[in-house]
């Protein structure tokens, strides 16, 4: 017997990502290192969250555990309902996308093939049907139809970013993972990317997690910030609410040099709302 089928607004009541209690443990050196203790957070649908913390604070650690490729030593991750483990089935790409901190595309592949590759191996599509659904994601990127057939070497950075994007984006996830977006990118190509994630976030209604350090990023994209120290999450909320907490860890990222600038911004953008 099939299991019910939850109504539409209990399913859009979830949080997209749940996180309870969550240990993280890794054996290093032969000793145990807790990274992650009895963490908890929610992020809501719809929502662009953004993960900061030191080296070594756990960071990337919670987006492997959210695609399922790290299992939490205690706690439970579940995405979209169901366990973040199960996602490693069949259809995963169809439900999180994934960037990767430097682009991660395949070197052989063209563009268009790097950003077919999820739908050629669900093998029931045909080749024309999957040309066009890759062309169209590469539009969406704002690249060019000749783009298409050039290999990644021969691409900028940007170039690589925003292609790797169209890739994570084919199969239309609700959720969309990011690992320091704009890293490597000059300033230009920094905004510039990231004026199109925040388009791309409001279209198609997409719940972003995003991990950065730069703090132009993160105040341009998030809608909620949480900070991850001392093994769990110190401080959440919007970037004036979590600025103004007396955490040292928040103290040294966000009210240093770099995170008067940026503070500085933040007061500006207020008084033009």
Do not use: Y
């Amino acid at each position: 017997m099939n299991p019910p089928i939850e109504p539409v607004a209990q399913v859009l009541r979830q949080p997209m990502v749940q996180i309870d209690k969550l240990w993280s443990v890794f054996r290093r050196a032969g000793r145990d290192v807790v990274v992650h203790q009895e963490l908890d957070l929610r992020i809501a649908r719809g929502e662009l969250l953004s993960i900061v913390g030191g080296s070594g604070s756990g960071k990337t650690v919670l987006l492997r555990q959210m695609l399922g490729l790290a299992l939490p030593t205690r706690g439970q991750v579940t995405v979209q309902g169901q366990p973040a483990t199960q996602l490693g089935r069949a259809g995963a790409s169809s439900r999180v996308g994934m960037l990767f901190q430097h682009g991660a595309l395949f070197s052989a592949f063209s563009v268009l093939d790097n950003i077919a590759f999820a739908l050629r191996e669900l093998g029931t599509l045909p080749d024309n049907l999957i040309r066009d659904v890759a062309l169209v994601k590469l539009q969406m990127v704002g690249l060019a139809p000749s783009v298409a057939h050039q290999m990644p070497a021969s691409l900028s950075g940007g170039m690589i970013k925003r292609v790797a994007l169209a890739r994570a984006l084919v199969m239309d996830p609700p959720l969309l993972l990011l690992d320091e977006p704009t890293a490597g990118l000059d300033p230009g190509s920094a905004d510039t990317f990231c004026a199109l994630l925040k388009s791309l976030h409001e279209e198609l209604g997409l719940t972003v997690v995003m991990v950065t350090h730069d703090l132009d990023t993160l105040l341009e994209l998030s809608t909620r910030i949480a900070v991850v120290a001392d093994k769990h999450i110190v401080a959440e909320g919007d970037a004036a609410h979590v600025m103004a907490q007396p955490h040292p860890f928040i103290k040294e990222f966000f009210l240093g040099e770099r995170g008067r600038r940026a503070s500085a911004l933040l007061h500006r953008q207020a008084q033009t709302e």
